[in-house]
C-alpha cells in the first residue's frame, strides 16, 4: 500500500480574477507557500478563506487501496477542520474531521497532520472544512483512479474534468452565518452558484471568466462532477447533448444517459460526456432544485460553456440546457431513483440481509420559543432548529472520540432512539405547533460490530417540509427504498431493492418522503450522521454512531495519531 505525504495550507487570501485553474496534489511530499492574493467576485472583491491560495481548493489525487498524508495548516483567522468526503477511514476516525466529533478545531497558527486511508472507494469524491460555514470556499476534489493493471468498468475517456458546482455570497460567509445564528431566523441567500469557482455569463461582471471546456469532435470526456453548494440541490445539464452517470459517491454504477442529472449537497458524480454534437458553443449550466415554495432560496442560474475546437463561425450566444422547472419534484426523484449499483463480478453488491438493529428516524425543521433578551425572527416569533428523532443536536466542548477513547464520562449520552418519540401523521398538511419544539442533546446510538443495519429516514412537515441530503461518515449504505408519504413497515419493504441498488455515502431523503439505508457496522469508531445543507446542520439535524470494536486486532479502533489538535 503506496503512502503520500503532502501538506494543505489553509488562509485568507483576496479573490482575483483570473481563474488559475486546477493544481493536483500527486503522489510525492508537497509543501505550499502561504500568501495573500486580490480575488473579485460579481463585481465586488472580499476576502475568502481558501487551500493553497485556490476556489476551489487543489485536486487530492490516489489510487484505490492507497494511504496519503495530508498535513493542514491553520494561517487564516478562523479554527479549521478538514472532511475526506466519501473516503471509510478504516478504524481510523481520528482523521474524519468533523468539529466537535473526531477532533477539536485546528486553531489558528495550530496544524494537524492527516492520515487518509482509502480502501474500496474509486472514482470521485471530496473533501470541504468541517467548521462554521468554512466549507463555502474551502474543498476541492478527490479523484480516486483503478488500482495499477485495472481499468474502468466502462470505455476509458480521452480526458477527465472537475467540475465543482458550488455557491458565492457577496458578504462574508462567516458574517452569513453569525447573523442568521443572532437572529434565529433562516440566512441570507447566496449571490450565486458558481462552475470551477466561476458564476458563468448570466451574472455582472464574469462573462469574461466563464469557465470553458474545450473539446475535440468525436472524443469522450470523464466529467468528474461535485455538488459543493452550501444549501442547494442541484440540476445540472448541458445543451444538446446527454451525459451518462457512470459512477456515484465513489463507487461505480450501471450506466445511465439523461439530459440532466440531480445532485445534492455532499454528492459527487461520474459522467461521460461524447462530443458528438456539431461544432460550436454549448452552456453547461445548474440551478437549484427546491420543492417548498414558501422557503427562499437562490434562483439563479450557472453557466459554463463546452466550447468545441476547429474553424467555424461562432455562434451569437451559446444554447442554454432545458433543466427541469425548480420545484419539479418528480424531475428530481425521476433521476435519483433511476441509480443502480454496477452489480458485476469484479464490482459486487453486498446488500445485508439477515438485519440485527432496526432503526427509524424522523428528520424534521423545527422551531424552540423565544426567550428573553433573544432576537426570534423564525416563524411566529420563535427560534428556528431542526433535529433527528425529535433532539437537535449540541456539540460538546470536547471531541466525542476523545471522549469515547479516553471514558470521558458527561460528554455525551448514548439515548438516540430507536424509533421516533413522537408518532403523528408526519407529513400531514397541518400539525399541531406542540410538536414544532425538540428537546435539545448530545445522544448517540451504540452500534455492536458487525451489526446489520436498516434505517429509515423519515421526512416530516413540521415547520417547512423539505428535501434533505443526509451523509454518513465512516460508510456507505445501499439505498434499498425510498417513497412519498409516511413509511408503512408492511407494504413498503416488499418493493425494496435488494440486487442492485445504488450504494452511497449521501443520499436525498424527498420532501415529506422516505428512505431505506443499510449497511453493516464493520468500521469501528465515532462516525457522524447529518443533513449536508449546512443550515440544517447549524439547527441540530445530526445525530453520531459509535462502532464498538470487534474480536480480532484489525476490527479495533486505530490509537490516536500524535499532536491532536487541542481544544
Given at each position: 500500500?503506496?503512502?503520500?505525504?503532502?501538506?494543505?495550507?489553509?488562509?485568507?487570501?483576496?479573490?482575483?480574477?483570473?481563474?488559475?485553474?486546477?493544481?493536483?496534489?500527486?503522489?510525492?511530499?508537497?509543501?505550499?507557500?502561504?500568501?495573500?492574493?486580490?480575488?473579485?467576485?460579481?463585481?465586488?472583491?472580499?476576502?475568502?478563506?481558501?487551500?493553497?491560495?485556490?476556489?476551489?481548493?487543489?485536486?487530492?489525487?490516489?489510487?484505490?487501496?492507497?494511504?496519503?498524508?495530508?498535513?493542514?495548516?491553520?494561517?487564516?483567522?478562523?479554527?479549521?477542520?478538514?472532511?475526506?468526503?466519501?473516503?471509510?477511514?478504516?478504524?481510523?476516525?481520528?482523521?474524519?474531521?468533523?468539529?466537535?466529533?473526531?477532533?477539536?478545531?485546528?486553531?489558528?497558527?495550530?496544524?494537524?497532520?492527516?492520515?487518509?486511508?482509502?480502501?474500496?472507494?474509486?472514482?470521485?469524491?471530496?473533501?470541504?472544512?468541517?467548521?462554521?460555514?468554512?466549507?463555502?470556499?474551502?474543498?476541492?476534489?478527490?479523484?480516486?483512479?483503478?488500482?495499477?493493471?485495472?481499468?474502468?468498468?466502462?470505455?476509458?475517456?480521452?480526458?477527465?474534468?472537475?467540475?465543482?458546482?458550488?455557491?458565492?455570497?457577496?458578504?462574508?460567509?462567516?458574517?452569513?452565518?453569525?447573523?442568521?445564528?443572532?437572529?434565529?431566523?433562516?440566512?441570507?441567500?447566496?449571490?450565486?452558484?458558481?462552475?470551477?469557482?466561476?458564476?458563468?455569463?448570466?451574472?455582472?461582471?464574469?462573462?469574461?471568466?466563464?469557465?470553458?471546456?474545450?473539446?475535440?469532435?468525436?472524443?469522450?470526456?470523464?466529467?468528474?462532477?461535485?455538488?459543493?453548494?452550501?444549501?442547494?440541490?442541484?440540476?445540472?445539464?448541458?445543451?444538446?447533448?446527454?451525459?451518462?452517470?457512470?459512477?456515484?459517491?465513489?463507487?461505480?454504477?450501471?450506466?445511465?444517459?439523461?439530459?440532466?442529472?440531480?445532485?445534492?449537497?455532499?454528492?459527487?458524480?461520474?459522467?461521460?460526456?461524447?462530443?458528438?454534437?456539431?461544432?460550436?458553443?454549448?452552456?453547461?449550466?445548474?440551478?437549484?432544485?427546491?420543492?417548498?415554495?414558501?422557503?427562499?432560496?437562490?434562483?439563479?442560474?450557472?453557466?459554463?460553456?463546452?466550447?468545441?475546437?476547429?474553424?467555424?463561425?461562432?455562434?451569437?450566444?451559446?444554447?442554454?440546457?432545458?433543466?427541469?422547472?425548480?420545484?419539479?419534484?418528480?424531475?428530481?426523484?425521476?433521476?435519483?431513483?433511476?441509480?443502480?449499483?454496477?452489480?458485476?463480478?469484479?464490482?459486487?453488491?453486498?446488500?445485508?440481509?439477515?438485519?440485527?438493529?432496526?432503526?427509524?428516524?424522523?428528520?424534521?425543521?423545527?422551531?424552540?420559543?423565544?426567550?428573553?433578551?433573544?432576537?426570534?425572527?423564525?416563524?411566529?416569533?420563535?427560534?428556528?432548529?431542526?433535529?433527528?428523532?425529535?433532539?437537535?443536536?449540541?456539540?460538546?466542548?470536547?471531541?466525542?472520540?476523545?471522549?469515547?477513547?479516553?471514558?470521558?464520562?458527561?460528554?455525551?449520552?448514548?439515548?438516540?432512539?430507536?424509533?421516533?418519540?413522537?408518532?403523528?401523521?408526519?407529513?400531514?398538511?397541518?400539525?399541531?405547533?406542540?410538536?414544532?419544539?425538540?428537546?435539545?442533546?448530545?445522544?448517540?446510538?451504540?452500534?455492536?460490530?458487525?451489526?446489520?443495519?436498516?434505517?429509515?429516514?423519515?421526512?416530516?412537515?413540521?415547520?417547512?417540509?423539505?428535501?434533505?441530503?443526509?451523509?454518513?461518515?465512516?460508510?456507505?449504505?445501499?439505498?434499498?427504498?425510498?417513497?412519498?408519504?409516511?413509511?408503512?413497515?408492511?407494504?413498503?419493504?416488499l418493493s425494496y431493492n435488494l440486487i442492485d441498488p445504488p450504494f452511497l455515502n449521501?443520499?436525498?431523503?424527498?420532501?415529506?418522503?422516505?428512505?431505506?439505508?443499510?449497511?453493516?457496522?464493520?468500521?469501528?469508531?465515532?462516525?457522524?450522521?447529518?443533513?449536508?445543507?449546512?443550515?440544517?446542520?447549524?439547527?441540530?439535524?445530526?445525530?453520531?454512531?459509535?462502532?464498538?470494536?470487534?474480536?480480532?486486532?484489525?476490527?479495533?479502533?486505530?490509537?490516536?495519531?500524535?499532536?491532536?489538535?487541542?481544544?
Amino acid at each position: 500500500m503506496a503512502a503520500f505525504a503532502m501538506s494543505f495550507f489553509v488562509y485568507l487570501a483576496w479573490w482575483f480574477l483570473l481563474f488559475s485553474g486546477f493544481h493536483c496534489l500527486a503522489a510525492n511530499h508537497h509543501h505550499f507557500v502561504v500568501k495573500e492574493a486580490p480575488y473579485t467576485r460579481l463585481c465586488s472583491t472580499k476576502e475568502i478563506l481558501t487551500v493553497n491560495g485556490k476556489f476551489p481548493g487543489p485536486i487530492l489525487r490516489a489510487k484505490k487501496g492507497d494511504t496519503v498524508y495530508v498535513t493542514v495548516h491553520n494561517k487564516g483567522r478562523y479554527n479549521i477542520t478538514i472532511h475526506w468526503h466519501g473516503v471509510k477511514q478504516p478504524s481510523n476516525p481520528w482523521s474524519d474531521g468533523p468539529e466537535y466529533i473526531t477532533q477539536c478545531p485546528i486553531q489558528p497558527g495550530g496544524k494537524f497532520k492527516q492520515k487518509v486511508i482509502f480502501s474500496m472507494e474509486a472514482g470521485t469524491l471530496w473533501w470541504h472544512a468541517h467548521s462554521d460555514w468554512s466549507r463555502a470556499t474551502v474543498h476541492g476534489a478527490i479523484i480516486v483512479s483503478p488500482k495499477k493493471g485495472t481499468t474502468f468498468p466502462f470505455p476509458k475517456p480521452d480526458a477527465e474534468v472537475p467540475i465543482i458546482l458550488g455557491e458565492w455570497w457577496r458578504k462574508d460567509v462567516m458574517e452569513v452565518l453569525r447573523l442568521f445564528q443572532m437572529t434565529g431566523g433562516a440566512p441570507n441567500d447566496s449571490d450565486a452558484y458558481t462552475i470551477n469557482g466561476q458564476p458563468g455569463d448570466l451574472y455582472p461582471c464574469s462573462k469574461s471568466e466563464t469557465f470553458k471546456l474545450m473539446v475535440d469532435q468525436g472524443k469522450s470526456y470523464l466529467l468528474r462532477i461535485v455538488n459543493a453548494a452550501m444549501n442547494s440541490i442541484l440540476f445540472f445539464a448541458i445543451a444538446n447533448h446527454n451525459i451518462t452517470v457512470v459512477g456515484m459517491d465513489g463507487g461505480y454504477t450501471k450506466p445511465l444517459s439523461r439530459d440532466y442529472i440531480t445532485i445534492g449537497p455532499g454528492q459527487s458524480m461520474d459522467a461521460l460526456l461524447n462530443a458528438n454534437q456539431s461544432p460550436g458553443h454549448y452552456y453547461m449550466a445548474a440551478r437549484a432544485y427546491s420543492s417548498n415554495a414558501n422557503v427562499a432560496f437562490d434562483n439563479t442560474t450557472t453557466t459554463a460553456i463546452v466550447q468545441y475546437n476547429g474553424s467555424y463561425p461562432p455562434p451569437s450566444s451559446p444554447l442554454l440546457p432545458r433543466l427541469p422547472d425548480y420545484n419539479d419534484t418528480n424531475a428530481a426523484f425521476n433521476f435519483t431513483g433511476s441509480v443502480r449499483s454496477l452489480n458485476s463480478k469484479d464490482h459486487p453488491s453486498n446488500v445485508p440481509v439477515n438485519i440485527t438493529t432496526h432503526l427509524e428516524s424522523t428528520l424534521s425543521i423545527n422551531s424552540f420559543p423565544c426567550q428573553e433578551n433573544r432576537t426570534c425572527e423564525g416563524p411566529n416569533g420563535t427560534r428556528l432548529a431542526a433535529s433527528m428523532n425529535n433532539i437537535s443536536f449540541v456539540n460538546p466542548s470536547i471531541d466525542i472520540l476523545e471522549a469515547y477513547y479516553k471514558h470521558i464520562k458527561g460528554v455525551y449520552g448514548e439515548n438516540f432512539p430507536s424509533f421516533p418519540p413522537l408518532v403523528f401523521d408526519f407529513t400531514a398538511q397541518y400539525l399541531p405547533l406542540e410538536y414544532q419544539v425538540p428537546k435539545r442533546g448530545t445522544e448517540v446510538r451504540v452500534l455492536p460490530y458487525n451489526s446489520t443495519v436498516e434505517m429509515v429516514l423519515q421526512g416530516t412537515n413540521l415547520v417547512a417540509g423539505l428535501d434533505h441530503p443526509m451523509h454518513l461518515h465512516g460508510y456507505s449504505f445501499y439505498v434499498v427504498g425510498w417513497g412519498f408519504g409516511n413509511f408503512d413497515n408492511q407494504t413498503d419493504p416488499l418493493s425494496y431493492n435488494l440486487i442492485d441498488p445504488p450504494f452511497l455515502n449521501t443520499v436525498i431523503v424527498p420532501i415529506k418522503g422516505w428512505v431505506t439505508i443499510r449497511f453493516t457496522a464493520n468500521n469501528p469508531g465515532v462516525w457522524f450522521m447529518h443533513c449536508h445543507f449546512e443550515r440544517h446542520l447549524t439547527w441540530g439535524m445530526e445525530t453520531v454512531f459509535i462502532v464498538l470494536d470487534g474480536n480480532n486486532s484489525n476490527s479495533k479502533l486505530l490509537p490516536p495519531p500524535p499532536h491532536m489538535p487541542p481544544c
